[in-house]
């Protein structure tokens, strides 16, 4: 049973950087548009608070997440983004102050969880450092719409290690859910790090193989580039199948970001 305090140390870590790059913006420049269509600064960080509140309530009380996985089956096409508008309209100190209660609570309850717990989620059940790795996927993800809008780059760093994996571990989910069937056969996933290590994934000697920056990868994995602009390589049709599908979130395939320059 791995230990979930590293990933939920790193949690913290993104959730921090991304707080100290929203902290001191103005009301106007929490209204500025991102990559993502009709969300704001402010619609980006609402979401992060509303999926973090929803993570707490998966880890705490089990009857309060089935009332709100009713909600969102009442408006499957609808609840993520009515949830986004309804908290970009609180004024940005309320709503970051709600962020910051709500990320330390769910850092505790992650932190107080029983080993070897599961909780219920929007796609399969999670253990608690998986719990930690979806939501510093969502982080930095989020956190990357932000950054856009405001024209920040943010280096990645060593964090990346969880969302390369959690990329890597739901291959066959992003089949399904684009209704295939995922190949039987593993894959070998060779992903360079921010540092230049090598961070590995399935058998050396299977046949379908991916490589390349471990960056790419989470910006695949987490569709904040097109394919055609990422230097990722496949070896093998069902591996260069796999990325053309790849996601690392739960729920329906999103559409993506079109390759650089091509309008929406």
Not at 46 to 66: C, I, M, S, Y
Not at 78 to 97: H, K, M, N, S, W
């Amino acid at each position: 049973m791995s230990d979930p305090t590293p990933v939920i140390d790193d949690l913290r870590e993104e959730s921090e950087e991304l707080d100290a790059l929203v902290a001191s913006l103005s009301p106007q420049e929490w209204r500025l548009a991102t990559p993502a269509p009709g969300w704001t600064v402010a619609h980006q960080i609402g979401h992060l608070h509303w999926t973090d509140r929803a993570a707490l309530v998966a880890v705490t009380d089990e009857a309060g997440f089935a009332a709100l996985v009713e909600q969102a089956l009442a408006a499957p096409d609808r609840y993520v983004d009515d949830a986004a508008e309804e908290a970009a309209g609180q004024a940005p100190a309320a709503l970051l102050a709600a962020w910051r209660q709500t990320r330390a609570a769910l850092d505790k309850a992650l932190r107080e969880a029983a080993p070897g717990a599961r909780f219920p989620w929007y796609g399969p059940p999670m253990a608690t450092a998986s719990m930690a790795t979806a939501r510093l996927m969502e982080t930095w993800a989020h956190g990357l719409d932000v950054a856009d809008a405001l024209g920040v780059r943010r280096p990645p760093t060593d964090r990346l290690r969880h969302i390369a994996r959690i990329g890597v571990r739901a291959r066959d989910f992003a089949y399904a859910a684009h209704g295939l069937t995922p190949p039987a056969e593993q894959f070998r996933v060779e992903l360079t790090g921010p540092g230049g290590d090598v961070w590995a994934y399935g058998p050396e000697d299977a046949a379908q193989r991916v490589t390349g920056p471990a960056l790419d990868f989470c910006l695949l994995a987490t569709q904040r580039a097109h394919r055609a602009d990422l230097a990722l390589t496949a070896e093998g049709p069902d591996a260069d199948r796999w990325l053309d599908i790849a996601q690392a979130f739960a729920g329906p395939p999103g559409a993506g970001r079109p390759p650089r320059g091509e309008a929406r």
